[in-house]
């Protein structure tokens, strides 16, 4: 079983990312991977060319392998996004400040957790595509659009989405104790990403 990029910014992670959504699914290829996750920040501008390339890709190696006489193994997409997660709920607006566990200061509802939001399948991707425009409505759109802990159950069928939460210097414990009070049915797509830096 091969590796597999989980979390990855294109140039549509503004400030972010650099990479065209094409150059990160070539470099993937060149380096043995079969898959992996475009999950830019707050937005899924570059769900349709991941989606589009992969397909013209695919159909190319199809092709190939069956000239050889080999197996025919795809290059998989996976849909996700980088959400912003308003630590007091996307209706908070204030310009409160915080100081973290570093010391610098920050507001506390400019931005939120960072949460990796991954499509298991088809309804995954429009719970996903609601999550996402929910962040750009003007009552969750401070800064950056941001979804809350309220959003998240909203959907019954959050089952089909991987949560995946950074863990920047942090215990796991911790990282998973801003999203007690969820459903079960959230809390076991839950995984931690450890972030050393």
């Known amino acids: 079983m091969g590796f597999t990029h989980l979390h990855v910014h294109s140039h549509y992670s503004l400030l972010d990312g650099l990479s065209k959504v094409e ?29 589009d390339y992969c397909k013209g890709v695919n159909k190319k190696r199809k092709a190939e392998a069956e000239e050889k ?21 996307r209706h908070s607006m204030k310009d409160d400040k915080a ?20 499509a298991k399948n088809m309804v995954g991707y429009h719970n996903l595509c609601r999550l996402v425009s929910h962040g750009y409505m003007s009552d969750a759109f401070y800064h950056t659009p941001r979804i809350d802990k309220e959003l998240l159950e ?6 089909q ?6 863990n920047r210097n ?19 797509c839950i995984f931690i990403q450890n972030l050393p830096h």
């Not at 006489?69 to 709920?89: D, L, M, N, Q, S």
């Not at 507001?107 to 949460?115: P, T």
């Open 161 to 166: 989405i991987l949560v995946i939460v950074s």
């Open 23 to 51: 150059e990160i699914v070539d470099k993937c290829l060149a380096t043995g991977m079969n898959a992996v996750a475009l999950t830019d920040h707050g937005n899924m501008y570059g769900i349709k060319d991941l989606l």
């Open 154 to 159: 909203q959907w019954h069928e959050l089952r």
């Open 99 to 118: 100081v973290n566990g570093e010391g610098r200061t920050y507001v506390i509802d400019r931005s939120g957790w960072h949460l990796i939001l991954l």
């Open 170 to 188: 942090r215990t796991a414990k911790k990282s998973g104790n801003r999203f007690i009070g969820l459903p079960v049915c959230i809390k076991t």
């Open 69 to 89: 006489g080999e197996a025919f193994v795809p290059f998989k997409p996976i849909v996700g996004t980088e959400a912003y997660c308003a630590r007091r709920g």
